[in-house]
């Protein structure tokens, strides 16, 4: 089944200690990205990736760490998380052809909820 | 600045009546137009995505337009159900450049009273 999965679904830790969250998609898509969302400001971009080792800021990367090993896989990397960082964090993934719209389409993980004491 | 304006904020029909969700967008150059479905607590789905040639677009009881020339999208649901309750996300794609391009709206919460 074609799908995006993040791990761990929700996490509850405290500031300063270093956390990992995972994304992997099976479609071997090109594109990747990481949001957060939270209440009354919508979807908001922290980083995204065109291909194997391209990664480029988004609209709220401080804080944020992410790397681009693998076409596969997409972690996020809070090194010192504070609770602003409190969220519920998405991973997606499309194949993003120029010239072809349906690849664009996005598809989102199941989202993970961070808590940050 | 690329933007994306989403109305109304909240939305709450009966079940059974029609709606329609609006967008306007001042994203250039425009690439392409996509509507997001979200159940609470879950990751955004597809619904339609539209290049600028497209005008109408459906998808069972959804249909997406598109008027490019004044930059506005709709999204009408006919004949609601109680599981079209969720959030509903306008995302614009501009294109060019080696930037990410994306404008996310923030939503507009639909609630389907039985």
């Known amino acids: 089944e074609a799908q995006v999965t993040q791990n761990p679904r929700y996490l509850i830790t405290v500031t300063g200690k270093k956390l990992t969250v995972t994304c992997s998609q099976n479609?071997?898509?090109?594109?990747m990205s990481w949001y957060r969302q939270d209440p009354g400001l919508g979807l908001r971009q922290i980083y995204y990736s065109m291909n194997v080792e391209v990664t480029d800021k988004g609209d709220v990367p401080e804080g944020y760490k992410v790397s681009r090993k693998e076409k596969r896989n997409f972690p996020l990397i809070l090194e010192s998380p504070s609770p602003n960082q409190t969220s519920l964090y998405f991973c997606a993934s499309s194949l993003r052809q120029r010239g072809a719209p349906s690849s664009y389409e996005q598809y989102f993980g199941p989202g993970t909820r961070l808590t940050v004491t | 600045k690329n933007q994306v304006e989403q109305s109304p904020q909240s939305l709450i029909i009966l079940e059974g009546k029609n709606c329609t969700l609006q967008c306007n967008y001042t994203v250039s150059p425009f690439s392409n137009l996509r509507w997001y479905k979200q159940d609470t607590g879950r990751g955004p789905v597809s619904l339609t995505i539209?290049?600028?040639?497209?005008n109408t677009k459906s998808n069972g009881r959804y249909t997406a337009t598109l008027d490019a020339d004044t930059k506005q999208s709709s999204l009408h649901i006919t004949a609601s159900q109680l599981s079209d309750s969720a959030s509903y996300i306008c995302v614009v794609s501009a294109s060019g450049g080696g930037a990410d391009g994306l404008t996310f709206g923030k939503g507009t919460h639909l609630i389907i009273q039985p």
């Open positions: 479609m071997n898509h090109e594109y």
């Open positions: 539209m290049t600028f040639s497209e």
